[in-house]
Every structure is written in C-alpha cells, then in structure tokens.
C-alpha cells in the first residue's frame, strides 16, 4: 500500500514537472484548461467589459470574445478610431454577432469622473453587467532606481493602480447591489507583480499593489461566494507596451536586454485564451508567460535561497554597467 501511495505522489510530482517544462501557464491554470469548464459555456449570454482593449492583451480578449454564442462586449479606452477597428474586426471573426452586441464605449482611466457614468451607460444599454475585466496599464520608464522621476512614479501609479481601483469599487458596488447576480472582477496584474524587475522600479511596484488591493478584497469577499476575483499575470506578451516605454537616461540603456522585446514571446491571442479560460473557472491567479518565465517563478516561490543565487548571477549579464 505504501508503495502504491509513494507511485502516486512521484507520478504527480512528474507530471507538474512535465507541465511546467513544457506548458505556457501555471500547473492549475493548465489543467483547468485541459479538464474545466470551456470559455464558452461560461460566457454564454454575459455581458462582459473589457478596458485598455484597442490594442495588445485587451483587443486579444475582446476577439476571442466575440466567438461566444450570445455574449455582449463592451470595449473601452482612449482611442475611439483604435476600437472601432477592432470592433470591425470582430465582427469580420464571427459574422453572426450583431454590431449592437459590442459597444465601444471610450473614456481616460484617468479621468475618475468618467467611471460611474460608463457603467451607466453600460447597464442602460445592455440591463446588466457581469464581468469586468481590468486590462489598461502602461510599462513607464527604463531607468536605474534611483534616477527615475518621482512624476513617473506618480503618474504610473496613477493609471496602473488607483484608476482600476476606483472603477472596481464603482463595479463591486454594482454587484452588491443586484442581489442574487453573479460578478466578477478580473484584472490584468503581470509576472512583475510578483518579482521585481531590474530597470521598470515605476511599473513594477504598481503590479505589486494591484496584488495587494485585490487580495485583500477576494478575502473580504469569501462570505460572498457570487461575487469573485482573479487576478492575471502575464509574462511578456506580444503588445505595444514595448514601443510606448520611454527610457531613462537614453544611450545607457540602449544596449540592455532587459529594455528589448524578449524573443520568446506569447501572442496576445494566447494570452487572452489563458486568460478567459481562468474566469471562466473562477481561479484566484493565473501566471502565464512562454520558457523559461514560469520555472523561475516556482523557483522564486518555494525555493528563495536557489533564487537568488541564480538571479544573482544571471543579473551580471543584464545589468549596466556603472562606469
């Protein structure tokens, strides 16, 4: 019986090994892909609000929403010409989707003011909604720690935490309000929220708060069991946060690895699968990201001390050079 038990564990542990070697997500985020409930089945007849959806991971979730039976979509963002397009482009992925089923719906992140009155329009338009998803984020600045602006910082935390902040309060209020209706809250983290990366001081530290916000409200909310929060973390993903990024002191970083666009990237297609595939299954947190992102992260977790010695090393290579 021992033994059985001992050929048991061992085929467990082999297999997550085998998914974390070979997989582009976590070991639960994988198996709920492979044996738990499908996209579509949990989307079906939901009105679903994604943000920061003109382009990369956004646009990537929005597209592979449109091929849900049933499903209203709402994108939001700045760029009114940039969600058009892609609301052409969704309707040209499934011809049976009417143009009402998708409601662009621009506005500032930023703009604080604007939050309640979308989600009126929302519920106005559609009667209901009931998944947000909270995508919009920009990368910063390349700079060493101690020569980034504080305005950067500032403004980085500005968009990247208290903007999504504020509108999931107006959202969670929402839902605590229409009792008897589900809700969920899914936001866009990244793996930089959970490992700080050398050169992005004022991006990473906004993921890292995104990560306390949102962990203290899943707690708060467990009595709740209708309403639910996930929280997504990507690894590098084939987007234009890279193009938008500024540098921070110009040719010092110019030669960096660390401030190019990694070759081993997912596509924001890929991506925004993983992505659905965890709210459809209601995980608190997905990490997802191509080779060899996700093995250091369990290293990183379970094994701090063997982390930090290869982070150690492998930093000689990446960092700049002072002199």
């Known amino acids: 019986m021992l033994d059985l038990i001992v050929a048991v564990i061992l085929a467990f542990f082999a297999i997550c090994v085998g998914i974390l070697l070979c997989g582009d997500c976590d070991i639960w985020t994988f198996m709920h892909l492979k044996f738990g409930k499908d996209i579509a089945s949990r989307f079906e007849g939901k009105v679903v609000w994604v943000t920061g959806a003109s382009s990369g991971i956004g646009e990537g979730l929005a597209k592979e929403l449109v091929k849900v039976k049933n499903v209203k979509i709402i994108i939001s963002a700045r ?31 930023v703009d604080y003011d604007s ?7 929302i519920v106005k338009t559609f009667g209901k909604l009931d998944i947000l998803i909270s995508n919009a984020a920009a ?8 020569e980034a602006p504080i305005s950067t910082d500032k403004a980085l935390f500005d968009l990247n935490v208290f903007s999504l902040v504020n509108l999931n309060r107006i959202v969670l209020n929402y839902f605590k309000n229409e009792r008897g209706r589900q809700g969920h809250l899914a936001v866009v983290s990244s793996l930089a929220g959970k490992l700080g990366v050398p050169y992005l001081t004022p991006y990473t530290p906004t993921k890292f708060a995104l990560h306390g916000y949102f962990d203290s409200l899943r707690h ?3 009595k709740m069991e209708r309403i639910h929060v996930t929280v997504l973390c990507p690894g590098p993903v084939e987007t234009n946060i890279f193009d938008n990024s500024m540098t921070g002191t110009g040719a010092r970083f110019k030669d960096t690895m660390l401030t190019k666009r990694p ?14 595939t965890s709210i459809a299954n209601k995980l608190e947190e997905s990490w997802m990201a191509p080779l060899p992102n996700l093995p250091f992260m369990y290293l ?4 701090p001390f063997l982390y930090s010695k290869l982070s150690a090393f492998m930093m000689k290579f990446f960092v700049v050079d002072e002199k």
């Open 139 to 146: 990368m910063g600045q390349y700079a060493l720690w101690e």
């Open 115 to 121: 939050h309640a009155k979308a989600l009126e329009k």
């Open 300 to 303: 990183a977790a379970y094994q």
């Open 79 to 109: 760029r009114k010409e940039e969600l058009e397009r892609v609301k052409k482009e969704c309707l040209e992925l499934n011809k049976s989707t009417k143009q009402e089923s998708i409601l662009v719906l621009p506005f500032d992140m």
């Open 263 to 276: 070759a081993n990237i997912m596509t924001a297609a890929r991506c925004a699968e993983l992505c659905l």
């Open 220 to 222: 708060e909310l467990r």
